[in-house]
């Protein structure tokens, strides 16, 4: 048997009632992940441990059996291994976001969606103009980029943009959780506000204003770590190859600590204009090499934290009848038989713009399962579901029980 896990980012929702009391996923005609759920079965599962914040981070490693609150660092370490930063005993590492602020209010957390060549160029400059030898920013994709603070303390308060569009800047910044952590708290405001001083004159910001377009205008340093003790899914399952698949630097990261490898897919870009069918094929040949696939598009999160219900019930869709459709048909001329699971990571409600620690829907199928009474796909139907509600390392294990 081998094993693909299909992860969309943040697509399950709270029910709202301008739409009819439904969310994106009840309201989306996702008619091949239902087939999926009538012949397989379903259930709930809890992925955010309730000491620990609801972030993706936290919530891709539950999925995967990981003891969240033994291996989590930070999700700025995840992200330096799928850069291939290697970091050193007391770098402290920082995902850095570039965002845009208007009235000194944080207006999102994406600097609009910024281009990964125009973001590259200014991570470039700043690093010329405020990189150290203690101090390095190093560029990723699009908004998400890496700070690496040599011997910096993790005692820090950081709260994610995405968690707080429309505040006050100045009543979200990072902050010391006590008095080891004041110097580098120091360090990483100075840091923002030198950054604000100097990308707003830029010639990329300049011309983004022209266009019309959120300028990149300030750096947001959050979720500090240092490199995790983490096993492979190989030391923890016996799994004997993975890979994963992913447009985020995160999902990458964490693949890399898993043991997984990481295939890059032409075209995949975390939004909903992602290389839908690019990152279907790629799982399909990932398949005939390797026992385990995971296979992670991040469009429904992103039109979460926008705040598009209507995007976000076409991004669920696009991966029902441009991923699923596609790999169901497919695995079916494979050699050897394969399970799938689908679910989300965690809710990220349209309304809300951030991610919640609700549980989550799943189902898992497989050749020869007993199916349960569910019939389709959704957060309400889950819950009649023959698995329950799951804690999360409990849904690896049963995934996999038939290796």
């Not at 120091?186 to 019309?212: A, E, M, T, Y």
């Not at 995790?228 to 985020?248: C, F, H, N, R």
């Amino acid at each position: 048997m081998k094993y693909i896990i299909i992860l969309g980012d943040g697509m399950s929702d709270q029910p709202e009632i301008e739409h009819g009391g439904l969310t994106p996923l009840m309201a989306a005609n996702i008619t091949n992940i239902d087939k999926l759920a009538e012949k397989g079965r379903s259930g709930l599962l809890k992925t955010i441990p309730e000491r620990l914040h609801p972030g993706s981070e936290v919530a891709n490693l539950a999925v995967l059996g990981y003891d969240v609150e033994a291996v989590f660092e930070g999700r700025g370490v995840i992200e330096a291994a799928s850069m291939g930063v290697q970091l050193e005993p007391g770098d402290l590492a920082l995902r850095c976001n570039l965002i845009c602020v208007a009235g000194e209010k944080i207006k999102n957390h994406s600097a609009g969606h910024i281009k990964t060549d125009e973001a590259i160029e200014l991570i470039k400059y700043l690093n010329e103009e405020l990189g150290s030898k203690i101090v390095k920013f190093y560029p990723g994709v699009s908004y998400r980029h890496l700070l690496v603070i040599k011997g910096g303390d993790k005692s820090l308060i950081c709260i994610p943009p995405h968690d707080v569009p429309g505040s006050s800047v100045i009543d979200v910044l990072p902050s010391a959780s006590n008095e080891s952590g004041e110097e580098t708290a120091q360090l990483i405001l100075d840091l923002i506000s030198q950054s604000q001083k100097i990308l707003k004159c830029h010639p990329v910001n300049l011309k983004r204003k022209l266009d019309g377009k959120d300028m990149a205008n300030s750096i947001w340093p959050w979720s500090p770590g240092y490199k995790p003790a983490m096993k492979t899914l190989k030391e923890m399952y016996g799994i004997g190859s993975g890979a994963v698949i992913s447009a985020v630097d995160l999902i990458q990261g964490i693949g890399v600590y898993a043991g997984l490898d990481v295939i890059k897919v032409e075209g995949a870009t975390g939004l909903y204009d992602t290389n839908y069918e690019g990152k279907a094929a790629a799982a399909i040949e990932a398949l005939k090499t390797h026992d385990f696939v995971y296979l992670h598009i991040e469009a429904s999160d992103e039109a979460g934290h926008e705040g598009d219900y209507d995007l976000k019930l076409k991004t669920i869709e696009y991966l029902d009848n441009r991923v699923v459709k596609y790999l169901v048909a497919e695995i079916a001329k494979l050699d050897e038989p394969v399970a799938i699971a689908v679910l989300p990571d965690h809710p990220t409600p349209w309304k809300l713009k951030t991610h919640t620690r609700d549980a989550v829907p799943f189902l898992i199928w497989y050749p020869g399962i007993v199916p349960d009474e569910v019939c389709q796909y959704d957060e309400l139907s889950a819950q009649k579901g023959s698995y329950g509600v799951l804690e999360s390392h409990q849904f690896m294990q049963e995934f996999l029980q038939n290796k």
